[in-house]
């Protein structure tokens, strides 16, 4: 049998505490758009929350992966550390959890050579998932209820949340992407667009007290997908997360 509800939810207080549960205000990365799914067999489960956004500091949009699982798949090898202690920290930190990275956006002229943070004044489309996009119109963002904040110049993490809403599915992670860490005997059972997020950056706020993450947990155990029926409203909108990016 998989694991009980109350063992998913310690794992997954432990990873907030560890700093490698999704925290969407995190004041390092400009959040534009989130995705959970759920896989489970009579003996394994696996969670996955994907996170599309900016973060400065990287200099690219990326879409971040993280895996929650009772067995990961596709770890890290020792080669990629320097000593063998380093992987043996990396194994011992993360026993349940990893941490993967895709880039749907390619790097280009589109960012401004002086300020990566801006897109290019001249710049007229970018290439996602290997297809080029022209990039939209100010009025386009307007009407997506994107105000942005140096008008008529748009910052990248602005046209992150234009694609967000335009083309969800390119920026976001493919299934094979999405499942990298996930063994491949788990079917998925559950996908949510959306769902209520813990604010992780208050240390009483864990998964264990979210409601959302309870019913899921039990979902994990169980493999009764009825039993997901919150009644709090989702809130993993950029919208509700003002302090994303503002460090």
Not at 108 to 137: C, F, H, K, M, Y
Not at 238 to 245: S, T
């Amino acid at each position: 049998m998989p694991s009980a509800a109350e063992h998913i939810l310690d794992v997954l207080d432990l990873c907030c505490d560890a700093f490698t549960f999704p925290m969407l205000d995190n004041g390092y990365v400009y959040l534009a758009a989130t995705r959970l799914s759920l896989y489970r067999t009579a003996a394994d489960w696996a969670m996955v929350i994907e996170v599309f956004g900016f973060s400065p500091r990287s200099g690219l949009p990326d879409t971040h992966i993280h895996t929650f699982a009772s067995t990961l798949y596709n770890r890290n090898t020792p080669e990629k550390y320097a000593k063998r202690e380093a992987y043996d920290r990396y194994l011992a930190n993360n026993p349940n959890n990893d941490s993967r990275f895709v880039y749907p956006m390619n790097e280009g002229d589109w960012q401004d050579t002086e300020n990566g943070e801006i897109v290019a004044e001249d710049a007229t489309s970018v290439v996602l998932r290997g297809q080029e996009r022209p990039l939209p119109s100010i009025d386009e963002y307007t009407r997506r209820g994107i105000v942005l904040e140096g008008a008529p110049r748009v910052r990248v993490f602005e046209l992150c949340r234009y694609l967000a809403d335009a083309a969800r599915q390119e920026v976001l992670a493919t299934s094979n992407e999405r499942r990298i860490s996930v063994p491949p005997e788990l079917p998925q059972i559950l996908q949510l667009e959306e769902w209520h997020h813990p604010n992780v950056v208050d240390d009483d706020d864990r998964p264990s007290g979210s409601e959302s993450f309870q019913q899921l947990a039990k979902v994990l155990a169980t493999g009764d997908v009825g039993l997901y029926r919150p009644s709090q409203p989702p809130n993993t909108h950029w919208r509700n997360w003002p302090e994303g990016g503002t460090l």
